[in-house]
Each structure stands twice: as structure tokens, then as C-alpha cells.
């Protein structure tokens, strides 16, 4: 079975752009939560969502936003773009809401973007 | 404020040596306690997954352990190997919050 596929690896963007990063979560998994990990620090939460709703939000800016699609598939959408969004984007899938359950947590390898 | 800290942030061990993470919470109200290994410029991966009513856990050479009253963690390593080298991530999540409130890690080196 696939695991969490996330694209882009790699990415370069410039100050005030617009990205764009994907998540194919575990086949039969509901939920897609988003995290920011900034080098040498632990991940930051940014959103969970379950079945295509917003679920759980931390604390981002609105520059940060997230859509899950009827595939359960995830976007996550972070517009003008600083050099302080460089960081991993890790994105993990679980069959349920994960915040109140015991259920197991799936991560993806991330993606790393850079702003120049 | 709700806030995982984790202790020590770097360590260095010899290979076939023991030794104890520690995580510290202030997360209210307590719904679950987790540890993850990562590796550099890798997903996490779960080790133990810990509710209210556990004080310990087990997996393979990973043991942790659960203090909800003093809202304390460990996770001890027994006869580390070079593979052990990551960091550590202690993730604790608040009842009725779709929340997760990451540590920063502890970063294992395990020297030959």
C-alpha cells in the first residue's frame, strides 16, 4: 500500500508568490492534517481537516489556507509568500480525527520550500 | 498557554548505551501523548501513543512513560544502535481540540 505522497519535493519561490502543496493521503484515511517545520525546530500545527471540513486550525496567518477534496486528497495554498515560510511542509493522513482519539498519525516526507 | 517542552535538546551516546528523553506539558485538557522519531529531512515516524490512564508503553528497544499528574513523559532507549540517530518529537494533543502541540526534539547521536 502507498503511503503518504506529498508533491512538490522541492521548491523555490520569491517573496510574495503564491504556492501550492499536495497531499494524497493513505487509501481509506479521512483525515489530512498540515504541519510547518522550520529547520532545526519541531513541526508547528497548521490545519486538520475531516471529511472536507476545516477541523482544527493553529496559529497561522490567513496568508495559510487548506482544502480537502471528495478524494480526500489536500491542498494547502500559502499566498505572499515571506521568507519566513521557508520551511518543511509535512502533511500526515489518519482514518479519523486524531485530537481526541488514539488513532495513528501517517506522515508524508514533506516538502521544502524555500522563498528567496 | 499550552506549550510541550523537551529536555535535553541535543545528546550524544555511545553505541550500546542507554538513555531518557524528557517531555514536559502544560496542554489542558490532556486527550493523548505521542513520540515520534524523525529522521533528517524525513517524515516522523510513531513510536508509542499514550492516553490518560497509561503510564507506560513499550516498542521493541522504546519505552515510554506517563506522568498526567505531574504532566511529564519519557521515552528511554535501551542498548542504543548507530540507527537510533534522529531526533525525538513529544506531541501531545488537547480533549475536545482538533489540535496537536509539537515539542521542539531532541536530537540523538549515537557514536560508534
Known amino acids: 500500500d502507498a503511503g503518504v505522497t506529498q508533491s512538490p519535493t522541492h521548491l523555490i519561490k520569491t517573496r510574495g508568490q503564491h504556492v501550492t502543496l499536495r497531499c494524497s493521503p493513505i487509501s481509506g484515511h479521512k483525515s489530512v492534517s498540515w504541519y510547518q517545520q522550520v529547520l532545526g525546530q519541531g513541526p508547528q500545527f497548521i490545519f486538520q481537516?475531516?471529511?472536507?471540513?476545516?477541523?482544527g486550525r493553529g496559529n497561522f496567518p490567513d496568508r495559510f489556507s487548506a482544502r480537502q477534496f471528495p478524494n480526500y486528497s489536500s491542498e494547502l495554498n500559502v499566498n505572499a509568500l515571506l521568507l519566513g515560510d521557508s520551511a518543511l511542509y509535512l502533511c500526515?493522513?489518519?482514518?479519523?480525527?486524531?485530537?481526541?482519539?488514539?488513532?495513528?498519525?501517517?506522515f508524508g516526507e514533506g516538502s521544502r520550500l524555500t522563498v528567496l | 498557554k499550552n506549550q510541550v517542552e523537551q529536555s535535553p535538546q541535543s545528546l550524544i551516546i555511545l553505541e550500546g548505551k542507554n538513555c531518557t528523553l524528557q517531555?514536559?506539558?502544560?496542554?489542558?485538557?490532556?486527550?493523548?501523548l505521542r513520540w515520534y522519531k524523525q529522521d533528517t529531512g524525513r517524515g516522523p515516524v510513531s513510536l508509542t501513543i499514550m492516553t490518560f490512564s497509561e503510564n507506560t508503553k513499550s516498542n521493541g528497544r522504546y519505552t515510554a512513560t506517563l506522568d498526567a499528574d505531574t504532566k511529564q513523559s519519557s521515552l528511554h532507549i535501551t542498548a542504543s544502535q548507530l540507527s537510533d540517530s534522529a531526533s525525538y518529537i513529544c506531541?501531545?494533543?488537547?480533549?475536545?481540540?482538533?489540535?496537536?502541540?509539537f515539542g521542539s526534539g531532541t536530537k540523538l547521536n549515537v557514536k560508534p
Open positions: 481537516y475531516y471529511e472536507k471540513e476545516e477541523r
Open positions: 500526515a493522513s489518519s482514518l479519523a480525527l486524531t485530537g481526541q482519539t488514539t488513532g495513528e498519525l501517517f
Open positions: 506531541v501531545v494533543s488537547a480533549l475536545n481540540f482538533n489540535k496537536f502541540y
Open positions: 517531555c514536559n506539558y502544560t496542554v489542558s485538557p490532556f486527550s493523548n
